[in-house]
């Protein structure tokens, strides 16, 4: 069952391979830039003009000796940062509407800048949603746990929120697929995601355990997992969620 859900997800890529590659370069570029900004922004105020003086500890040292503006340019830079991660979602909303386009037939990269400009508010709250939840989830079991059971409390409160988060893996495809809103988008992800837990359990540990395969090789093993295995992924999320939604 869960090789069908990746065969359909690399089939479909192949079939819509271009649009993929273009639309996420350019997802790339312009999350790029704007986290190089704010880690500039960071050197700037270090007064580190280039990578070559960080390996001079004395220097490096200097500069933080001037805590406040420091903390300023941290600060400057913490919304840079913000930034980037809202465009991600965003630009990460479009690559699952054009997961699901191309499970229809084809789809084009222009689709992306589409999506987000017709449910991208609404990717970026799901977001925001799932992350504060695994942060109180993250302070519930792994902190806890730890606090409880000292190091292998920790490793069990890690497993346990590992296991929780699959719950939320669907809440994007729900969100392209049925037009709706965060809250709806995730109480369907859980509903589909526990009634099928197995299944999608395994397709996420598929996609997580090639990646991790491919992070072995260096530079080549980034660039398949960026640009095939993660919208083969979406793709196979999309149809995972088709077929099974209630």
Known sequence: MVFEYVKTGWQTYKSNFMSFIIAELIALIIVSIIVGIG???IFTTMGISSFAELRSPELTLSRIVSVFPLLMGLSTSLIFYLISALIGALFITGLFYMAAESLRGSTEFKTMFIATKEIGVTGILTSIVICLIA???IFVLVAAFGVIFPVIGSVIGT?????????FSLAYPGIVI???????AIERSIIVAKKNYPDIFALL???VGISLALTFIPFIGQIIIYFVLIPMFFISLVFFYKRNRI
């Open 135 to 137: 942060l109180i989830l």
């Open 159 to 167: 497993v346990l929120f590992l296991l929780i988060m699959v719950l």
């Open 178 to 184: 049925d037009d709706i809103g965060p809250i709806e």
């Open 205 to 207: 540990v598929f996609y």
């Open 39 to 41: 880690t500039g922004i």
